[in-house]
């Protein structure tokens, strides 16, 4: 399972993230885990799986409101399905990928595969919880979700 | 740097590599310089690879996590076809050990996304001066 440290990683990344990319800080909550079934998740969800020396998916779920800020704020005037896809999956790798300067070389991320709708199910790998941070930008809510053995 | 002179100025052709639509017009809008003339854009390195014998850029930005063909294998490669070729990473993996591997098979910088403005036009006009 995630340790306290590893947490922290992925949070400073989701923090580096906003302040960098959206220009404005989000407000990260403090982290938990789940204890029952999968976390629900918003309209648009990008995932990276994870192999190498940690196994498991971490994935960005948002909802199409906050990714259109999202992309004003990037300058961005496509706010087409295909654009909102995209920017998940981007937001994802660079959280999944910002993460490899702790766990280093061996912590092997794919390429991005994203999820539409709030009823999407998102894959499970057994005997791994799940970890959320939530965050919260402007007046919209996310999540980074981990799920690490 | 082989590039072509165009009046008194030399001109640098790039190309913008990314499996990320939004992250090439990012970058291609974000870049400021006026002796670069954008000739193409490709989203895996195996499309980068078709690009780069038709339109023989300069510079490159690549990323180097994408289907297909990733990015370090794609620097090898070009890095074959023209040695002269400025090739600036950009990428969200931020373990030394990467940056150190693509410097190796010829990246000539690195830039971690996520990036601003004036981190990106540092990172080129390290590339082309």
Redesign the interface.
Not at chain 1, 29 to 36: D, Q, R, W
Not at chain 1, 94 to 107: M, Q
Not at chain 2, 94 to 104: F, G, I, L, N, W
């Given at each position: 399972m995630i340790q306290e440290q590893e947490l922290k990683t992925f949070v400073e990344g989701t923090t580096n993230y906003f302040e960098v990319a959206a220009q404005q800080p989000a407000s990260i909550g403090s982290p938990y885990l789940v204890t029952e079934g999968q976390p629900t998740v918003h309209e648009y969800t990008g995932m990276i799986s994870i192999t190498g020396k940690r196994e498991g998916i971490v994935y960005f779920t948002a909802p199409k409101a906050m990714l259109t800020v999202l992309l004003m704020k990037m300058q961005e005037s496509d706010f087409s399905h295909e654009t909102m896809r995209d920017l998940v999956g981007e937001v994802a790798n660079t959280i999944s990928g910002n993460a490899r300067k702790d766990f280093g070389r061996d912590f092997v991320i794919s390429v991005p595969s994203v999820l539409a709708g709030d009823k999407a199910e998102i894959p499970s790998t057994p005997g791994v919880r799940s970890f959320v941070i939530p965050i919260n930008w402007r007046s919209h809510s996310a999540k980074l979700i981990v799920a690490l053995k | 740097m082989n590039a072509v002179t165009n009046g008194n100025r030399r001109a640098y052709k790039l190309m913008i590599v990314d499996?990320?639509?939004?992250?090439r017009?990012?970058i291609e809008?974000s870049q400021t310089f006026e002796e670069i003339e954008l000739v193409g854009t490709a989203s895996n390195g195996l499309e980068a690879l078709e690009m780069f014998k038709k339109m023989d850029p300069d510079v490159v930005t690549m990323d180097l996590?994408?289907?297909q063909m990733d990015g370090i294998e794609c620097i090898e490669n070009l890095v074959k076809i023209k040695p002269a070729v400025r090739i600036l990473v950009i990428?969200?993996?931020?373990?030394k050990?990467?940056a150190v591997e693509a410097m190796e098979k010829g990246a000539n910088g690195f830039l971690?996304?996520?990036?601003?403005d004036r981190q990106l036009n540092e990172a080129i006009a390290e590339l082309i001066r």
């Amino acid at each position: 399972m995630i340790q306290e440290q590893e947490l922290k990683t992925f949070v400073e990344g989701t923090t580096n993230y906003f302040e960098v990319a959206a220009q404005q800080p989000a407000s990260i909550g403090s982290p938990y885990l789940v204890t029952e079934g999968q976390p629900t998740v918003h309209e648009y969800t990008g995932m990276i799986s994870i192999t190498g020396k940690r196994e498991g998916i971490v994935y960005f779920t948002a909802p199409k409101a906050m990714l259109t800020v999202l992309l004003m704020k990037m300058q961005e005037s496509d706010f087409s399905h295909e654009t909102m896809r995209d920017l998940v999956g981007e937001v994802a790798n660079t959280i999944s990928g910002n993460a490899r300067k702790d766990f280093g070389r061996d912590f092997v991320i794919s390429v991005p595969s994203v999820l539409a709708g709030d009823k999407a199910e998102i894959p499970s790998t057994p005997g791994v919880r799940s970890f959320v941070i939530p965050i919260n930008w402007r007046s919209h809510s996310a999540k980074l979700i981990v799920a690490l053995k | 740097m082989n590039a072509v002179t165009n009046g008194n100025r030399r001109a640098y052709k790039l190309m913008i590599v990314d499996d990320s639509n939004i992250m090439r017009r990012r970058i291609e809008r974000s870049q400021t310089f006026e002796e670069i003339e954008l000739v193409g854009t490709a989203s895996n390195g195996l499309e980068a690879l078709e690009m780069f014998k038709k339109m023989d850029p300069d510079v490159v930005t690549m990323d180097l996590t994408m289907p297909q063909m990733d990015g370090i294998e794609c620097i090898e490669n070009l890095v074959k076809i023209k040695p002269a070729v400025r090739i600036l990473v950009i990428s969200a993996l931020a373990d030394k050990a990467t940056a150190v591997e693509a410097m190796e098979k010829g990246a000539n910088g690195f830039l971690n996304k996520p990036f601003t403005d004036r981190q990106l036009n540092e990172a080129i006009a390290e590339l082309i001066r």
